[in-house]
């Protein structure tokens, strides 16, 4: 599988655009991080861009992952470890652990494309934004309530530091804010 075969995939399961928006961002950030990392770029940004292939499918949360994987398997040759960090970025509801890097810079990266949207919601601007004032609504719990915080910091077991993910996410995210709608 490529990401050319991944985005036509993503484009058969996901109509709202909304969904499409955040998968797009979670793949820039996740796409990021490997180039920061030295990791396989295109293997990260297929798991970012499919982590949340079966939401429309799959509305209960409990089984989201499962099909994404069972998708994949079927109709493509799919690596591993992007079928494992998919399953294992709902590991409250599936039980499948969290490991490897990519692992957790899937989770982290979901959850902080959340939290740079909720801000630049509030700002109606991403242009701008800094890692500092980031950093300060990341702090604030009452914030983007619904934002795992735990998974964001977890980049740290990726071995990058979060102040330096956090703006390397907010420049992954500006770099396609013509695709972002706030
Ligand atoms: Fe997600």
């Known amino acids: 599988m490529n990401l050319e075969e991944a985005r036509k995939l993503f484009d058969r ?10 998968c797009r961002e979670v793949e820039v950030i996740i796409r990021a991080l490997a180039k920061e990392l030295g990791e396989d770029e295109e293997k990260w ?57 990519f692992d957790f810079a899937l989770s982290a990266a979901d959850n902080i494309s959340g939290l740079i949207y909720a801000y630049g919601l509030m ?23 619904s934002v795992r915080r735990e998974l964001i910091y977890d980049i740290e077991k990726t071995g990058m530091e979060l102040d330096k993910f956090l703006e390397l996410a907010i420049k992954a995210m500006q770099e396609i804010a013509g695709e972002i709608v706030l």
Do not use: W
């Open 13 to 22: 399961y996901i109509k709202s655009d909304q969904i499409k928006m955040h």
């Open 45 to 101: 940004a297929m798991a970012g861009l499919l982590h949340d292939m079966d939401c429309e499918v799959e509305p209960d949360i409990k089984n989201q992952g499962k099909k994404v994987v069972e998708i994949l398997k079927e109709k493509t040759d799919c690596p591993e470890e992007i079928c494992h960090a998919i399953l294992a970025h709902n590991e409250e509801n599936l039980g499948i652990k969290r490991k490897s890097k």
């Open 123 to 145: 700002k109606h601007t991403l242009e701008g934004m800094e890692a500092k004032g980031l950093k300060k609504k990341l702090k604030d719990k009452r914030f983007a309530a």
